[in-house]
């Protein structure tokens, strides 16, 4: 079924600008044995707004200058110049005239003399980038033994003295290269520049450009990008969501886990502890080396959930063509939502042979690092549901352009992780589906944060009432 034939969820708002002041934000769950859309047309789009282990890296600083300091202040023994003064001088550094205070005296306008326009002022600028890393163990490790998540958070810092805050995440590898790269190479495309997200996401995509596209550089470039949104946000004194342009409300959830290794009955308790929440979505891992095993959870969890709930199945690219083929071929008689990542990302040939087999939706993009990778799989015809990782793709400012091209072919969005962003944006663009849920993975659940966010999941849905800024404060 064509993911824009379905109706919005019951009782759902969907609107284009920002809330009326005093609207509520609903979060009853959706007609009982309804499964949630996959996503519904919105309204035209609006114009874009330009530790915890003993571990831990200390976290590092890039002042104006370009140079490394303490987050503390100057280093001992350095006399901090005063403000307004040159290098090594007690004299102002622009504005006092000759011959100093007697000078300027002299030159005060006569009663009655015309004097000039009044200089403008400077413009707000980028002074500094600060970055620390902080290791969150997870409650039960994901499959292949990862058993921690990182973030790399980062702090821009601009003239008038405001600041935000990005970060970047990894399950697995790649955080102290990240924070190499946001330490020493992008200060120099940062530092002394307006604070504009667009201009800065295009200078230091291209500033990193010898680090390749996509990968480590955009998440290094992401840290930044959410950053910068942040501080754009909160200078305006809005909520991240109503800066970009809130479309709705709430949007759908669905209960996620990484649970291949799980035994049948523990991965049947993880299910019903979403059922019991309130999902009406659920997703599980399938790609098994004995297909008979997937067959048979598949079919245990589509008996506990009921023909009402949507079952969407995640292969994690484990299959190849012949592999894929079979697999679906015994797995659609449980009618699964969609099959995410079925084959190798990047292998788009392969998913165009795949689609002539089967009529499951396929969701990709996790994987996916750059707009030009979306939307090479969009024209291809094998991307049902775009599902980009805000991080993975460099951060916001690309990922609301995967969401426009994705929109503009009638695919929706359901973000990958990262939920307490990844609602915050499925907000805002044209199309949404639905935001993962992932079981005890949330930054409020690994106790990363240091308060509420102000983004809430519950009952099947979720929702975003932050304070200005995205609200994400890292303990």
């Known amino acids: 079924m064509p993911p824009d034939a379905h109706p919005a969820p019951p009782g759902d708002t969907v609107r284009s600008g920002n809330p009326t002041p005093g609207d509520a934000v609903p979060l009853g769950g959706p007609t009982p044995g309804a499964a949630p859309p996959l996503g519904g047309a919105a309204p035209a789009d609006a114009a874009r707004s330009a530790g915890l282990a003993s571990a831990d890296a200390p976290p590092s600083a890039v002042s104006a200058s370009g140079g490394a300091v303490p987050l503390g202040g100057a280093a001992s023994g350095d006399a901090a110049p005063s403000a307004g003064s040159a290098p090594g001088t007690d004299a102002p550094l622009a504005g006092a005239a000759p011959g100093g205070a007697e000078a300027a005296a002299d030159r005060v306008p006569t009663p009655g003399a015309t004097t000039g326009p009044a200089a403008p002022a400077a413009p707000v600028v980028i002074t500094g980038l600060e970055t620390r890393v902080r290791r969150y163990p ?65 200078d230091l995509t291209a500033h990193l450009a010898d680090a390749g596209a996509g990968g480590l550089a955009a998440m290094a470039v992401a840290a930044v990008d959410i950053a910068l949104w942040d501080l754009a946000a909160r200078r305006a004194g809005a909520p991240l969501v109503d800066h970009i342009g809130r479309r709705r409300d709430r949007v759908a959830a669905y209960g996620s886990g990484v649970n291949l290794d799980y035994p049948l009955e523990d991965l049947l308790g993880q299910v019903r502890g979403w059922l019991d929440a309130g999902h009406r979505a659920v997703k599980i891992k399938v790609g098994s080396a004995d297909l008979d095993r997937d067959v048979r959870r598949v079919a245990a969890v589509r008996r506990l959930a009921g023909p009402g709930t949507a079952l969407m ?163």
Not at 386 to 398: E, H, L, M, S, Y
């Open 313 to 475: 199945l995640d292969a994690n690219q484990r299959w190849d063509l012949p592999a894929a083929r079979r697999a679906l071929a015994a797995l659609e008689r449980f009618d699964p939502y969609w099959i995410e990542e079925p084959l190798p990302a990047a292998d788009l040939d392969a998913y165009v042979r795949l689609r002539r087999a089967t009529g499951v939706p396929f969701a990709v993009g996790e994987n996916l690092r750059t707009v030009g990778a979306f939307r090479a799989a969009i024209d291809a015809g094998v991307c049902d549901i775009a599902q980009p990782n805000a991080v993975r793709v460099g951060g916001i400012t690309p990922f609301l352009r995967i969401a426009d091209l994705a929109a503009e072919a009638s695919v929706p969005v359901a973000p990958h992780l990262l939920p307490e962003l990844s609602a915050q944006l499925a907000l805002c663009v044209p199309r949404a589906a639905m935001v993962e849920d992932i079981d005890r993975a949330s930054f409020a659940a690994l106790g990363a944060l240091e308060h509420p966010s102000g983004v809430a999941l519950h009952a099947g849905w979720a929702a975003a009432a932050t304070p200005p800024g995205h609200g994400l404060t890292f303990a």
């Open 138 to 202: 997870l409650h039960r490790a994901w499959d292949g033994g990862v058993d921690v998540n990182t973030l790399v958070i980062t702090r821009v810092t601009t003239s008038d003295g405001r600041t935000g805050t990005g970060f970047a995440w990894t399950p697995r590898v790649g955080a102290g290269a990240v924070r190499a790269l946001l330490d020493d190479d992008c200060p120099a495309a940062l530092v002394g520049r307006t604070p504009d997200p667009a201009p800065r996401w295009a």
